[in-house]
Nanobody, 120 residues
Framework: VRLEESGGDSVQAGGSLRLSCAVS????????MAWFRQSPGKEREGVAW??????????EYGDSVKGRFTISLNSAKNTVFLQMNSLKPEDTATYFC????????????WGQGTQVTVSL
């Protein structure tokens, strides 16, 4: 399984960014994917999760991004997005895409990360 993030950039507070994660080799019918982030000196934080089933998707969000970020999958189920609106300086971090077989608890597949910097 290969995950490759893109879309990281430097933006001003209040702005928006959309991160993309190209997924290959992930052949499970049900998709369990997520976005995490990590800043220097801080623990890795879960941002958004998506469970994609043949009959629909379920999503969850971390409290710090709820109402501002949206996770989604494209129709081909090979790209996961993170739409980030109303960005704050505290959203500055390296953002990682992750995936797991839905029958496993831990995310075992990770991308290399993409940097998001939000300035005042």
């Amino acid at each position: 399984v290969r995950l490759e993030e893109s879309g990281g950039d430097s933006v001003q507070a209040g702005g928006s960014l959309r991160l993309s994660c190209a997924v290959s080799g992930y052949s499970y019918i049900s998709k369990c994917m997520a976005w995490f982030r990590q800043s220097p000196g801080k623990e890795r934080e879960g941002v958004a999760w998506i469970l994609s089933l043949p009959d629909g998707d379920n999503t969850e969000y971390g409290d710090s991004v709820k109402g501002r970020f949206t996770i989604s999958l494209n129709s081909a189920k090979n790209t996961v997005f993170l739409q980030m609106n109303s960005l704050k300086p505290e959203d500055t971090a390296t953002y990682f895409c992750a995936a797991r077989p839905c029958f496993e608890a831990d995310h075992k597949f990770w991308g290399q990360g993409t940097q998001v910097t939000v300035s005042l």
